[in-house]
């Protein structure tokens, strides 16, 4: 035991911990570190470590509307794909600048929402009542990172070609698992057994569809949270808008040869490391091992709020009807959502509303028991009676 | 003092000697929490008269805790978080900072407390140790350089588990409990003039400390390096 803490053994985290929750406990203290380094230059309201989640969905919106201003002048065809954009890059009034903008907003995006995955699984914020939100997680990144993949097709250039080639070849090493499977599914990423007039127009289905669908695993996402973080701070928010700007500023798109000029090795094109790693992995390793590792990662990543599981449904709060008197106060101030106002229920008929917690979404940190005057709720493991007692024998 | 009141304020005999004033605190179990500061006691190591108790989340206290600290002879109360922004329940200390800058002004009203500083927000991450002790440290010095306080029972033990307890209502009689001794109050302060209508703004402590010896008063303060500012939220130093 280490300190008269009102959890059990196994809930509470620090010096207790043992086996997996000690590790994770030593790089969460690494984690604070980075964040107390940082502290000490920005306040720590606006420290972007704690709005990494705020920032991807900022330069998730900044990629979405850079992208509607290129598709205005998009036509996704195997002969203009490429002409077409070639006249947003040099005729359009920054036109070259909105491309940039929507890549290094992309590569922005993925490089915080990596972080965020990592700083939520190193500060133990993803299992237990986080679950839903870890997995849904999990699905967009995997999302972004597909529908950046895509996004370099559209351009019809070289490097397309390349990627082409790279997706089909590893499309087809399905058939090893499920024979004629790969090969179906080339052809209908294709539209037939080559490049023809039909492939542009489902690439593009693919980069923008995706792209819309990304809002619904948002909503998943942030459904178990009464106020998510959704945007930065102002001071994170031009930092980040003005990152982007000056990388697009900096360093602008290049353009490419188009796919029908013979060009003397792949080799020399330029490949965007984080989307587009897959592709340069493929000149050293099979498309079975990339597949398998991209597989196998995942799965990883989507079992673990279960490896190890974090005891739940122990401390749930827990409400007397006879003492609640429907004020909503709990409800307001729960972070999670988790207390419902039920009309009618309550034991008075005077006070019609009584709190009612849902054990799937309580996060059982009493934040409730801090908001209630009239000792309505409260966790079983720490009641009020309890605190105050220790209060008072502490304080003999 | 009179022992027939049953609050009172006088000057801190503890600044003189060397015994340090009783503080207790709340530890949230994600910030220090997780650390070995703490003994198994609850006191912090290297500084054995602050009692600390671990809760989940610092959102989690009821201010109603921090009077019963303050009832039962603790002289300044603090309530550690995570630093804020990275509460690990998304806002718990940031509601607590709410719900306590609205409960100082309270209770200073109610003259539970003499000066808001009693009641102290340190905001700090798990390997914010030597900001802790500092903090700590800085806390005890202002602690001791107040007069010593005695707040009053709030009625029978099992009183609390009824609405009474509801610090937003400052009922007369509740507020009486801590009204100086008559004798004590200076002849500046109209006797009519009782405690429940002076102004929020007068607190009543320091002026009964003034009261009943002015002297000794600034003289301790002097020794104490003379708090001016209010510590009611630490920072680490830059």
Partial sequence: MASPSMRSPDQAPGPGARGFDAALDVIHRGVVTIDKAINKIIPEEFNPFYYLGGVTNLLWVVTLLSGIVIWTYYTPSEDQAYSSVKYLTEVVPFGSMFRAIHRYAADGMFIMAILHMFRNYFTDRYRGFRDLPWVSGIVLLLMTGFIGLTGYL????????????????VMKSLDGVIAGFGTWLARAFLGGDAVNSMSLPRMFFLHASLAGTIFFFLWMHYIRLHRPKIWPPAFVTLLSIGAVLVAAGLSPVETLPASNVALAS???????????????????????????????VSAVLFVAPWLPKRPRYANVATVTPENCTGCQLCAVDC??????????????????????????KCAECGICVGACPFHAINLPMAHEDAIKDKVVALLS | MTATTTTTSKTNPMAASNKKPKIFGFLCEWSLGRTDYINPDGSVKGMEHIKTLKIPCSGFLKPEWVRVALENGAQGVFVLGCPLGDCHFNEGNFII???????????????????????????????????FNQMLQEFTDYIAGLPELVV?????????????????????????????????????VPAALSPVAIPAVIAAAPVTAKAAAPAATKADAGEAGAPKKQFKRWEPKK
């Fill in chain 2, 97 to 131: 900072n709410e719900r306590l800058e609205q409960e100082r002004g309270r209770w200073v009203r109610q003259k539970v407390i003499d000066t808001e500083g009693r009641v102290a927000e340190l905001y700090l991450g798990a390997t914010a140790g030597s900001d």
């Fill in chain 1, 154 to 169: 559209l351009v019809w250039d070289q490097r397309a070609v390349v990627i082409t080639e790279a997706m089909i070849s």
């Fill in chain 1, 266 to 296: 792949g080799s020399q094109l330029p490949f965007d490391i984080f989307f587009l790693w897959p592709v340069v992995a493929l000149g050293s390793f099979s498309p079975a091992l990339i597949l398998g590792v991209l597989a196998i």
């Fill in chain 2, 152 to 188: 009053a029972k709030k009625g029978a033990k099992a009183a609390p588990a009824t609405k009474a307890a509801t610090p937003a209502v400052a009922a007369p009689a509740k507020a009486a409990a801590v009204v100086p001794p008559a004798a004590a109050v200076p002849a500046a």
């Fill in chain 1, 335 to 360: 972070p999670f959502d988790a207390i419902v106002m039920v009309a009618g229920a309550n034991p008075n008929p005077r006070n019609n509303e009584l709190a009612v917690v849902n054990d799937d």
